[in-house]
């Protein structure tokens, strides 16, 4: 059964780690025969519809597409111990129940280790807040974990294997 999948980039860099790491995650998912799957850049959606200070097409049109979908996978670099601001201002937009019967994925990256539990205490409490089931597996990468921009083979693992769990959720959900 084919389910949509939509991955939210939250970084303000369109070369970001997080978003390399997205991007293998979806690849990851079309390989588990999840079905197709489509990269929302928020960087490039128009700030003042992010901001809710004007209705504005491609924001609606974001939101349909993660209300839409079976399996979103959020990716965020980490600033302050926490997701980025244009995660936060895109999840604003969400209503309450956005993600419930939906299978979510986080994925961070920061500098290094010591913000390894914002996937824990930040991104499972947010996809949460919206109704989303979370994958057990969660994926952060640091700075040291990338060969010249290319994600080390545990990071990739880790990658295919929330993939997987995501991939075998939503089939259950579906069902």
Excluded: C, W
Aim: neutral net charge; without cysteine.
């Amino acid at each position: 059964m084919s389910t949509p999948v939509i991955g939210l980039s939250g970084s303000p860099n369109t070369s970001s780690r997080s978003r390399a790491l997205l991007e293998l995650t979806l690849a990851a998912l079309e390989r588990q025969g999840t079905g197709p799957s489509r990269l929302i850049d928020l960087a490039k959606l128009p700030s003042d519809g992010l901001l809710g200070r004007r209705k504005d097409s491609d924001v609606a049109e974001a939101i349909q597409s993660v209300l839409d979908a079976g399996i979103v996978v959020v990716s965020t670099p980490i600033y302050r111990a926490t997701y980025s601001g244009l995660l936060k201002v895109f999840f604003d937009l969400l209503p309450q129940d956005a993600l419930t019967r939906k299978v979510a994925i986080p994925i961070a990256t920061g500098g290094g280790s010591g913000h390894l539990l914002a996937v824990d205490h930040g991104l499972r409490p947010l996809l949460a807040s919206v109704g989303a089931l979370v994958v057990a597996t969660g994926v952060y990468g640091t700075d040291a974990q990338f060969r010249a921009g290319v994600p080390e083979p545990a990071l990739v693992e880790r990658i295919e294997r929330a993939a997987l769990e995501a991939a075998s959720l939503a089939a259950g959900v579906a069902a």
